[in-house]
Structure formats: C-alpha cells, structure tokens
C-alpha cells in the first residue's frame, strides 16, 4: 500500500471501500471515483482503497483496472485466512483491521456515490476516538439458528446481544431511521456501513476489537448484519464515542427512507443507491448497457438525481477519457 508521505495523495482523509472481483463492482469503484475527484481540493487527493475479497489475484485485479493507474488508489487483497473463515464478512471487516494512515477514514459502499463535499463533518469530527455514521434502517435480521435472538422479538435484540458480550445497554440511544411507526423502540448507534467516519485513533480501537468480537458472533449470531453489529459492540467495548449523522450523509433512493428523514435532493451529501426495484446497481454502469440506462427516467428524484451522475460518467467513459470528471465539475 502507498506509504503516508506518497504525495499522490493527502495525508488527512482515506476512503475504504470492500468489493468482490467483479465488473459490476469494479464499474461501481470507477463511477464512486469519478464523482469523488469532481469534488476538487482535498477529494482530488485523497487515497481510495479498494480491499478485494474472494483470494483474488490481485495482479489481475490492478490489470484490469487499468484505469486507476496513476492515480490516488490503492488495491488491497484480504488476506486468505480473514476470507476463508468469515468470507465477504471478513473482507467489509479488513478495512477496519488496517492501521490507519491519514486523519480520518471513511468506510463505503460501492453502491454509494457523493454528490458534495462532507466538509461540516470533516472539520466537526474528534479529536479523539469518534466513530460517526447514519443509523441503520432497522434491527439486525437473525437467521434460524441464532438461538436466543432467533426467538427474540426485534425491538428487544440489543439488551439481548449486549448480555452476550457482558455489556450494559448505553445511556444514549436513538430511532433506526426507517422506523416510520416507531415499532423497533430505539437502539444502541448502529450504523449503516454506507457511509462511516472513524478518526484514527477510532480505527485503532476497532480495528484491534473486530476480530475477537466477529469470532464470538459467529458462535451467537450470524446475522448477514453482523459487520455492522460488530463496529457497534467494538465501540462499546472500547469506550469509542459514536455520533449519529442525519440522512443527507447517506441518503437511500428509498421513498420511504426519503420522507421519514425529510432528505432534499439538494441536501444530499452521501447517496446510497442500494434500491434496486427501478435501478440495477450492478447493470447501469455498464458501458454494454449505455442505451438501456440513458433511456431510463427514474420514478424518484433521488433515481433521478443518480441518473444524471451515470450519464456524465459513462460519456466521460465513452468519449476515452478514463473516465474523469468535466474541468470546474463540484
């Protein structure tokens, strides 16, 4: 990985990024990039590192990514004995679990795009070990098997899964954010991993906490959630301050989600286009698909609004310019 003082990018804010080695995803990290440097000053130069699961060979990888040579990216392998016991779980966990370099990290999705700057949230966070992120949609789903929290009705999960951990239920505790009739109660900060700010000193915490906590949940709970119940119970532990963000951090082209947060298309900083009922995340950046995806109308205006981002970024593709941002674009 690029050393610190490498100048091709600045020391104070790293984006981590967890995929599988595939178009779809890689197509995903090239239009995540594109809209990142558009953003200009700080956004140019910070480091985005792509950590690829699956024992991919990353030789492979960075061929196929062509694209990304010369630029401020860095293609990270997980480990194969992280993949091989906790599978796509380890590889969203391994970003946690590598020292920090910078000030700040930020864990994202593919699926995630930035329409503006987190300028407020930059200069607002710390100092110390701060964890910020925008709260879950609802509860951690529990699979079959989870025993005792397989049987637990989901606004009572967490006293549930602090007990397993020895852990007292916190004093501050918050609404999922899709929560409309408020049925799920309110719960420890348990983020959605769309979009998550962790100082250094916050990644160090967690990154040391992770393992031994995700080695406990798969003997209590392998809920598909769990990466995220992990960061929640890591915080916990380690005495981390978690600070709970509004929508616009990481805003779901979801209508209900839409509403219930009040999110303003223009408001938005982080979207999070994880709904796929209109829009197929892994087919409309496709270059094979161009036609198809520029006929698309899009029935929301947060659809609407990616839409437009997907076109710039697939003329961009086509015209042969790598794919960067217009000059002046942000």
């Known amino acids: 990985m690029p050393p610190a003082s490498d100048p091709r990018h600045d020391p104070s804010l790293e984006i981590r990024i967890p995929i599988s080695p595939t178009r779809g995803f890689y197509h995903q990290v090239r239009f995540f990039e594109h809209n990142l440097r558009r953003l200009g000053g700080i956004y140019e130069r910070a480091l985005l590192r792509v950590v690829v699961g699956d ?12 694209w990304s040579a010369g630029r401020p990216v860095d293609w990270t392998g997980v480990p194969r004995d992280i993949f091989a016991r906790h599978g796509m779980w380890g590889t969203a966990d391994w970003r946690l679990m590598l020292p920090p370099e910078t000030d700040l990290v930020v864990l994202a999705d593919a699926d995630t795009v930035w ?41 009572a999960l967490w006293p549930v899964i602090l007990q ?37 000193e916050a990644m160090r915490a967690c990154g040391r ?15 598909r959630m769990r990466c995220q119940i992990a960061l929640t119970l890591a915080c916990l532990i380690e005495g981390v301050t978690q600070e709970v963000l509004p929508a ?46 520029l006929a698309l109308e899009g ?32």
């Open 55 to 66: 024992d991919a060979d990353m030789a492979a990888v960075r061929r196929d990514n062509a």
């Open 115 to 155: 329409l503006r700057d987190i300028d407020p949230l930059r200069h607002a966070i710390g100092p110390g070990a701060v964890v910020a992120g925008h709260m879950a949609h609802g509860p951690p789903p529990m699979p079959r098997d989870a025993g005792v929290l397989a049987r637990t009705r989901r606004h």
């Open 164 to 200: 397993l951990f020895d852990l007292p239920m916190p004093d501050r505790l918050h609404p999922y954010s899709m929560d409309v009739e408020g049925a799920f109660g309110l719960a420890p900060a348990y983020f959605n991993l769309g979009f998550v700010v962790l100082t250094a």
């Open 209 to 223: 906490r992770v393992p031994p906590v995700q080695d406990r949940l798969l003997e209590v709970c392998r809920s």
């Open 248 to 293: 616009e951090y990481n805003a779901a082209n979801d209508p209900v989600h839409a509403a219930h947060n009040g999110v303003s298309p223009d408001a938005v900083r982080v979207l999070h286009y994880l709904r796929t009922r209109e829009l197929q995340r892994d087919r409309i950046l496709l270059p094979e698909h161009r036609a198809e995806t």
């Open 299 to 330: 029935g929301h205006p947060l659809d609407r609004l990616l839409l437009e981002r997907v076109a710039e970024f697939l003329g961009s593709v086509a015209t042969g310019d790598g794919g960067r941002p217009p000059p002046g674009a942000g």
